[in-house]
């Protein structure tokens, strides 16, 4: 069971969300859950994603990304 969740929303900023899971993946994650909801922005991740999920194997995106 994950003791602690941080959720990120996210809009429209794709260099800050790298910069925030960049900062996130330096921390003992064990027992946290990492969620990011995209509130449609409308950006492709496509470039980001596999960055993202190389950093947080465990992260959990919601929303069109």
Known sequence: AKLLTIAIPHFN???GL???I????KEDLNGV???VSDNGS???FAKTESK???LIKD???Y???
Request: proline share 4%; with cysteine.
């Open 33 to 35: 859950e990492v969620i």
């Open 13 to 15: 900023d794709e260099a």
């Open 52 to 54: 993202l999920f190389a």
């Open 42 to 44: 409308g950006i492709s």
């Open 59 to 61: 992260l959990k995106v």
């Open 22 to 25: 960049q900062f996130l993946a």
């Open 63 to 65: 929303g069109p990304c």
């Open 18 to 20: 790298l910069s925030t």
